[in-house]
């Protein structure tokens, strides 16, 4: 979805610098999208995938974090969100913020928001090493949604992902929707049952498909502190652009690409067709988060809350 061009970014929530001390190895959630083509690989060569929450990255050769004055600067309006990947992501955080502030208090639930860090190579959280080898990721330790700007790349390039703005949208309302899950007190789910298909690991990532689908379909009524327009009206190109993203990052996706065979007893995000299924499912929830509520069906991959 394209912004509209008078519309204000607000660079308030947005970093550019670690979120916490490194090294602390708390839980890392949704950054799958490449570290489980980590792990994959490190398993095969006989290596320990686990590595506390933190990625194979070496603090020392980090690169340069991106220019936190810049982004102020350059982030200003719609037109630049259009422009820039880094504003882009801003214009998102902004957009989910002004959807999810009030949705949250529908279900007597106080919003707090996270902070969201834009970096370039490798970053400290306070969940440990943040690297474009492990993709976007939310770490709960400290509330902080960490992205690396060249993975929307990455993502088209090396795993088929559409180009499209709601591609790279999705990725960030996915981020965020696991931040209104630890605020709702269900994050903790993914650790207690961390990996198979019907895993609590693979429904809280679906389940934040879910809420990715839910503030699609309400964004373009989301508005900034002016009253303006965040988004324009979402379309079918844009479905199928983060219907594209949806399936690039799927677990039987990845596993065939990165070992050549689909194993779900090692699934942590879900197949393909159940990241698409449950986006769509919050497209079409009516704006009721229970639609999203992945822990009440028998088989995540295959159905959704009727």
């Known amino acids: 979805m394209s912004f509209n061009d008078n519309v204000q970014l607000d660079t308030s929530s947005v970093g550019t610098g670690g979120g916490g001390g490194g090294g602390r190895g708390g839980m890392v959630v949704g950054g799958g999208i490449l570290g489980l083509i980590i792990a994959i690989l490190t398993m095969l060569l006989g290596g320990d995938p686990t590595g506390g929450g933190t990625t194979t990255a070496d603090p020392g050769t980090n690169a340069q974090d991106i220019n936190g004055s810049a982004i102020q600067q350059q982030c200003k309006t719609g037109a630049d969100a259009n422009k820039y990947v880094e504003c882009l992501i801003v214009g998102t955080v902004n957009s989910a913020e002004a959807y999810w502030g009030p949705e949250l208090?529908?279900?007597?639930?106080?919003?707090?928001?996270?902070?969201?860090?834009?970096?370039?190579?490798?970053?400290?959280?306070?969940?440990?090493?943040?690297?474009?080898?492990?993709?976007?990721?939310?770490?709960?330790?400290?509330?902080?949604?960490?992205?690396?700007?060249?993975?929307?790349?990455i993502l088209e390039q090396n795993f088929g992902s559409s180009s499209g703005k709601l591609a790279q949208e999705y990725v960030v309302a996915h981020e965020y929707g696991h931040h209104i899950q630890n605020v709702l007190g269900l994050l903790g789910q993914?650790?207690?049952?961390?990996?198979?298909?019907?895993?609590?690991?693979?429904?809280?990532?679906?389940?934040?498909?879910?809420?990715?689908?839910?503030?699609?379909?309400?964004?373009?009524?989301?508005?900034?502190?002016?009253?303006?327009?965040?988004?324009?009206?979402?379309?079918?190109?844009?479905?199928?652009?983060?219907?594209?993203?949806?399936?690039?990052?799927?677990?039987?996706?990845?596993?065939?690409?990165?070992?050549?065979?689909?194993t779900p007893e090692n699934w942590t995000h879900g197949s393909a067709e159940a990241r698409q299924r449950w986006f769509i499912q919050g497209m079409k929830s009516g704006n009721d988060i229970n639609k999203c509520n992945t822990f009440n069906v028998q088989d995540p991959n295959s159905q959704v809350v009727s």
């Open 105 to 153: 208090q529908k279900y007597g639930k106080q919003f707090r928001e996270p902070k969201t860090i834009i970096y370039n190579g490798a970053t400290q959280s306070a969940c440990g090493t943040a690297s474009n080898q492990v993709g976007p990721f939310y770490c709960p330790l400290d509330e902080s949604i960490y992205i690396d700007a060249s993975f929307f790349n």
């Open 190 to 262: 993914a650790q207690q049952d961390p990996q198979g298909a019907t895993s609590g690991a693979v429904r809280i990532e679906l389940m934040a498909d879910c809420f990715g689908g839910m503030w699609a379909q309400a964004a373009s009524t989301t508005k900034d502190a002016q009253g303006n327009t965040f988004l324009k009206e979402l379309t079918e190109t844009d479905i199928r652009d983060a219907l594209s993203a949806a399936s690039a990052v799927g677990d039987d996706n990845i596993q065939a690409k990165t070992q050549g065979r689909v």
